[in-house]
Every structure is written in C-alpha cells, then in structure tokens.
C-alpha cells in the first residue's frame, strides 16, 4: 500500500505517518517512510538514533549527485535536463534503517516559475514515482500542505492520500485547499483524519464540517506525543491508545480501498 500524509504544519502529520508505519510493522511488511518535508522530522518521530540521523542527508541537497543524474547543476537554470534519470539505486543508497523501517529524506521541491522543469524536481519526481511502483513494500510519503512532489505520472500509483485537520473551521478550509490541490493532479482517493481530538463534540464537527472527504479516524489528543518526542521515542511506544487509532485508520484504508485487501495475508498475496 502506498499513502501519502499532508496538513498544514502541527496538525498531526508526522505523528500519523510514523503510527502507521509501526503499524504496517507490526504486521511485518516491510516499509519505507520518506520525509517530503522540507524541515524534516518524521525520524525524530520514528524514533531513529540521533547518530543514523545527523548522516542522513535530503536528496535536494546533494548538488553534484543531482548533476550527475539530470545533467542540470542545482545552481543554474535553462539548458538540458534529463527527465527520467536513473532513480533505482537511491533509496539503498541514501537512507537509514531502524527497527524494520527504512527512512529517505527528499528535501524541498525547487520551486521556479510556470512550467519550470529543473533538475532538482526532475529527480524527486523520477524518486518519488520509482518507489510508488514498488510492488513490494509499503511507502509513506509525509508531505507539507500541498503535493508538490507529485505529479500526474505518480499520483495514479498513490493508495491513498490522508488530509489531517484539527477540529477547527480554519484547519478544515486548510484541508479543503490540499483537496483541490490534489485533484488538480487527478487523486481522487483522498481521505480525512480528525486530529487532536479531544472528545466526541470534536469527532462530530469533524465530521460535520468535512469538504467532501470521507473520514477515515481520528487521532485524540494525548501528552504521551510530547513526551515521546523529549524521550526520542516514538509514539507507537508510549501511547497504545494512538497506536490503536492508527490501526484503525489503517483498517479503513483497506475496507475503503479495496475489500478483499481487508488483511494483511491477503495484502501480502496481492502484492
């Protein structure tokens, strides 16, 4: 299975993409989490030693590799730059493991003006669509609020994309914006968590309030997230309440998307 986890900054996002990555796990599926964010935090969510991070380096960032690959040094602009560079050996190559989850850090997608292809996005793209058509293990894409790092080539091979928003009118307009951002690339298959949720009034405006999601569960508010972070360790550890919630979220995933997928032998069997 394939997700993509966005919202705005502080919703949540990290949080649920490292539950369910623990959660696929758990299940002994392997799995590889990329952090498409360009302050990147889901291995400190993870619970990666601090040594495996501080040697992890975003792909955005390594200039010459990306000269080498497109043709295109980072630095200029115009001239010839190779759509469809070779890809496959970078997710071996520059990321980290830790606990059965491999972790791959893409860094910021260049942003230039309309219709700027640059060899930097040429890459990340080639990157991203490589790992989506990986048939073998899990991908969880955590974005920021938008998709840019998807196009309309991969976002065909995404499962599904999961909005959070907090249960507030202006965090679900958030939601509303990354809804249409991600159809303008043709996902349709999106779905809404609810967030920090502190009772059942919040699970109701949730709900009430959707733009046109389906809501696939909800995240409760719970301390343990904080003192995951200030021990190093991840949520799945401390809180079993959230790591609960992320395994049924997961299991709407699966009723929603594809019933006869609903376990995991039978996930396992359709590759």
Known sequence: M?????????????????????????????V?????????????????????????????????????????????TGGYVR????????PQRFSAEHRGIRLLQLGAVERGGSGCICGRSALLKALVGHVLLDPGQVVLLDFYAGVEHLGRGTADSVDAMLVLAEPTVRSLAIAAQIRDLARDIQLDRLFLVGSKIAGQADRDFITARSPDLPVAGFL????????????????????????????????????????????????????
Do not use: C, H
């Not at 975003?58 to 200039?63: L, R």
């Not at 759509?83 to 970078?90: A, E, G, H, K």
């Open 32 to 76: 590889l989490a990329i952090d498409a964010d360009p302050a990147p935090s889901l291995g400190a969510a993870l619970g990666f030693p601090e040594q495996l991070l501080r040697e992890l380096r975003p792909i955005a960032e390594m200039k010459e590799f990306i000269a080498e690959r497109t043709g295109q040094n980072p630095d200029e």
């Open 2 to 30: 394939k997700i993509a986890v966005t919202g705005k900054g502080g919703v949540g996002k990290t949080t649920l993409a490292s539950l369910l990555a623990y959660a696929f796990s758990s299940e002994g599926r392997q």
């Open 83 to 90: 759509l469809n560079p070779r890809v496959d050996d970078i």
């Open 220 to 271: 409760s508010f719970d301390p343990e997230v904080r003192e995951s972070d200030r021990a190093g360790r991840p949520a799945w550890d401390l809180s079993p309440g959230l790591a609960a919630e992320a395994r049924t979220i997961l299991e709407a995933l699966r009723q929603a998307l594809e019933p006869e997928r609903a376990s995991p032998e039978a996930e396992t069997a359709a590759g």
